[in-house]
Structures are given as structure tokens and as C-alpha cells.
């Protein structure tokens, strides 16, 4: 009877331990990012998973050529950032080569050295203050813009980030 016990101890605890992680990281967050990002005809953003020198050397490069890179952070489970997404998507096609979008994921900060150090590069300057938020670092120097944005919110404030504008700004 005893052993009975530990068994089904060790089953109930087993349980409770895989439901507990499995609630905490919901399975496929990246995936699903991913595939809804394919699903839309774009096809994903790799700099999910670049590193904090990536965007320092996109930031480096951008001053160079007179393009924009913009690092995005975001979560998948807040509601600002979904309904920000299909407007920053736009806004990026509509700048086409003149704009590099990094994603930076929340779900994946404890997961992911890079993506944590992004999350805690711009914490510690002041920068990353909710969700979302967009880094640019452009021509002009670096500027972020936080919460939900329209379409012609974010197409407004990433023009203001060139020295000449793109054609898709004029």
C-alpha cells in the first residue's frame, strides 16, 4: 500500500510540476511568432534571437549609410503590442530597404543570453519603460517611442529619424 502511495505521489507531483512550467512558458511562443508572421506573407524576423552587438553594430552602420534600424520590444501576451504589430509591419514594408527591424521577444529573456541582455541594455538606460516599445537608432541618433501606435503614428516618428527622408515619408 505504501509503495502505492509514492507512486502516485510522484505521478501527482510530476503533474503539478510540468503544468506549472508549461502555464509559466506556454509551449512554441517563438513558433507561433513565427508562423503567424508567415501566415501574413512577411516572412519571419531573425533578429529575435540577434545579439545586443548586433544592434550596437546595426546602430554603427545606420549612421553610416543613412538607414534606420529599429529594435522592437515586445510580448506576446500583451494586447498593445499585437494590435502595434500589423502597424509597424506596414510601416517597415512601406520603408523597405531604407529600415532594418529587429524583434526582440519577452518570452524569450530567460531563454535566450542575447534577448535578455537587449531587455537589460535598455532598462538600465531608461529606454524600456512597457510594452511596446521601439528603439530607433538612425542618422539622427537614437530615439524610442513606448505603448500602442497607429500606422501613421509610427510612420510619423520613424521619418523624423532621417537626415533625408525616404521617398515613402515625403
Known sequence: MRDKILIW???????LVFTSVWLAHPPNAAQK??????????SPD?????????ASAGATAA??????????LYADWCPHCRATRPALMSAVSKLGSAVSLNEWNEALRASDPQVAAIYAKYKSEGVFIGFPTLVAHGPKGESSIAGEQTEAELMTWLCKQYVTAPPACK
Do not use: P
Not at 33 to 42: C, F, P, Q, R, T
Not at 46 to 54: D, I, K
Open 46 to 54: 531573425t533578429g529575435a534571437r540577434a545579439g545586443a552587438a548586433t
Open 33 to 42: 511568432d513565427a508562423m503567424k508572421l508567415s501566415s501574413d506573407g512577411l
Open 63 to 72: 549612421n553610416a549609410n543613412g538607414s534606420l534600424v529599429v529594435d522592437y
Open 9 to 15: 505521489s510522484a505521478i501527482l507531483l510530476s503533474l
